[in-house]
C-alpha cells in the first residue's frame, strides 16, 4: 500500500526549461515533506523540504508546492540543468517521532 | 568532511550464508536507521536506533537484525538471505526522531547466488 506515490518513473526535459516532479499521497496525518535526490552510486541528498502549515517553499531554483486539498506536492526546477539530472524521492512524515515515508522515485534527464 | 560511510559498495552472498552490513558516522547522530531499496521500488525502513533504543518496523521479518555497539557503528544482519533480500541496503542518520532531514551513505548493493 504506497502512501507515498510518484507516477512517473522518468521525466526528460532540456536544458533551460522547467522540470515538474510530481508526488501523490494518501495519507491525511502526513505534515512534513521532502524531497531528496540520489545521483547514481550515491546515497540520497536532501533538497528540500515543506511543512503542511505553508503551501510554498522556494530554495534557488527548486520550489515545492504543497496542496493538502489534493493531497499533492510538486517540486519545480528552473532553469533545468544538465546536472540536475538525477533520481528524485519524494517523502513524507508525520509528527510524533514518525520515521519517513518515500515514493519510489522519478528519474529525470536534462537534455543539453 | 563528516558523512556516513557504508561498507562495502558490493556485497555477493550465497543463498543461506549469514552476511553483515556495516555503517559508520562522524555526524555524532543520535538516530540511524537501515533502508532496503529493491530496484524500481521506494526505499523501505527496515528499523533504526533512537541511542541505544532499537525500533523494529513491524513488517521487518525476523530474518534481519541490527546491532549499534556505540553512537558511530550500527550493524545490519542478515541470518539467512534470500533470493528476495537482494537489494541495496541504505543507512541514514539524523540528529533526533522528528522533522528533520535524513544523512544517507553511499549504500550497500547486496546480491545473493
Known amino acids: 500500500d504506497q502512501q507515498v506515490k510518484q507516477n512517473s518513473p522518468s521525466l526528460s526535459v532540456q536544458e533551460g526549461r522547467i522540470s515538474i516532479l510530481n508526488c501523490d499521497y494518501t495519507n491525511s496525518m502526513f505534515d512534513y515533506f521532502l524531497w531528496y535526490k540520489k545521483y547514481p552510486a550515491e546515497g540520497p541528498t536532501f533538497l528540500i523540504s515543506?511543512?503542511?502549515?505553508?503551501d510554498k517553499n522556494e530554495d534557488g531554483r527548486f520550489t515545492v508546492f504543497l496542496n493538502k486539498s489534493a493531497k499533492h506536492l510538486s517540486l519545480h526546477i528552473v532553469p533545468s540543468q544538465p546536472g540536475d539530472s538525477a533520481v528524485y524521492f519524494c517523502?513524507?512524515?508525520?509528527?510524533?517521532?514518525?520515521?519517513?515515508?518515500f515514493g519510489k522515485g522519478t528519474r529525470l534527464s536534462v537534455i543539453a | 568532511d563528516a558523512m556516513v560511510i557504508q561498507n562495502p559498495r558490493y556485497q555477493v552472498t550465497q543463498f543461506g550464508k549469514p552476511v553483515t552490513l556495516s555503517c559508520s558516522q562522524t555526524?555524532?547522530?543520535?538516530?540511524m536507521y537501515w533502508y532496503q531499496q529493491k530496484s524500481s521500488q521506494a526505499p523501505k525502513l527496515l528499523f533504526h536506533y533512537y541511542d541505544k533504543d532499537f525500533n523494529n518496523e513491524a513488517d521487518t521479518p525476523d530474518n534481519f537484525q541490527s546491532r549499534r555497539p556505540n553512537t558511530s557503528f550500527c550493524f545490519l544482519d542478515i541470518r539467512s538471505p534470500g533470493l528476495g533480500d537482494a537489494a541495496m541496503y541504505l543507512c541514514?542518520?539524523?540528529?533526533?526522531?522528528?522533522?528533520?532531514?535524513?544523512?544517507f551513505g553511499s549504500g550497500t548493493q547486496l546480491s545473493v547466488l
Open positions: 541514514a542518520t539524523s540528529p533526533h526522531r522528528g522533522l528533520e532531514k535524513l544523512f
Open positions: 517523502a513524507a512524515r508525520h509528527s510524533g517521532n514518525t520515521p519517513l515515508v
Open positions: 555526524l555524532n547522530h543520535n538516530v
Open positions: 515543506i511543512s503542511s502549515i505553508k
